[in-house]
């Protein structure tokens, strides 16, 4: 059965503090990993996709990578709007669905 | 452009009422979703539709029934919902016809039953 973790589940960094979140996953054959950010009571917001081990993808202060195990969204010198919480999901070769993790929260003070 | 648009933002409604979500996509994606999601919990899917044709019914109650009237627009029909029923309601969409390809999501339907 495919599985997605993420951690850690809640993360409070100050403003300016880089740090990264980690989304490990088991499938039997990774088609695709998804990077979203969502907002209190909004959709996700689509940040990243990645198909293959060594990829790598950056868009502003956030930038995503990605092993054979585990992909991690590290953020550099984080401001207070990146508070949110960050989705990760992955798709099988085989699957027909996404199979999402809990998410981490994201908290940046000023 | 990379939009999904959901009506309404906030429904309220009965347990007897009959209401509709609505969603709506004009990037030209063949595959459409709805999920589930409740508060500090991810995404759960609901339906699949793929080049109009529903494909995946994750074993939904009966009291929510999809539609696909055209490329562009979902429905969900809502009839004699329970109060565990509420949550946010999440429309996506992607290019393909498979969920292998990057989804893109609405800003959802907040549904309170009563």
């Known amino acids: 059965e495919d599985q997605v973790t993420q951690s850690p589940e809640a993360l409070r960094l100050q403003e300016g503090e880089s740090s990264s979140l980690n989304c490990s996953y088991t499938?039997?054959?990774?088609?695709?990993l998804f990077w979203y950010r969502q907002d209190p009571g909004k959709g996700p917001e689509f940040l990243f996709t990645?198909?293959?081990a060594g990829e790598e993808k950056e868009k502003e202060r956030l930038k995503a990578t990605l092993t054979k195990k585990e992909s991690f969204l590290h953020i550099t010198a984080p401001k207070p709007e990146d508070s949110a919480t960050y989705l990760c999901?992955?798709?099988?070769?085989?699957?027909?669905?996404?199979?999402f993790g809990e998410g981490t929260q994201l908290t940046v003070n000023p | 452009d990379t939009e999904v648009t959901q009506t309404p933002k906030h429904l309220v409604m009965g347990m007897t009422n009959k209401k509709s979500l609505k969603c709506e996509q004009h990037?030209?994606?063949?595959?459409m979703y709805w999920y589930k999601q409740k508060a500090k919990k991810p995404p759960e899917l609901m339906f699949v539709y793929s080049y109009e044709k529903l494909s995946i019914n994750e074993s939904v109650p009966s009291r929510f029934s999809p539609e696909c009237p055209n490329s562009s627009l979902l429905n969900l029909h809502l009839h004699a919902l329970q109060p565990e029923d509420s949550a946010l309601y999440l429309c996506?969409?992607?290019?393909?016809?498979?969920?292998?390809?990057?989804?893109?999501f609405g800003p959802g339907t907040r549904l309170l039953v009563l």
């Open positions: 990037m030209g994606h063949r595959a």
């Open positions: 990645l198909y293959s």
């Open positions: 499938v039997s054959g990774l088609r695709g």
């Open positions: 999901a992955v798709c099988q070769t085989s699957g027909s669905r996404l199979t």
């Open positions: 996506a969409s992607s290019r393909g016809g498979t969920m292998q390809e990057t989804q893109y």
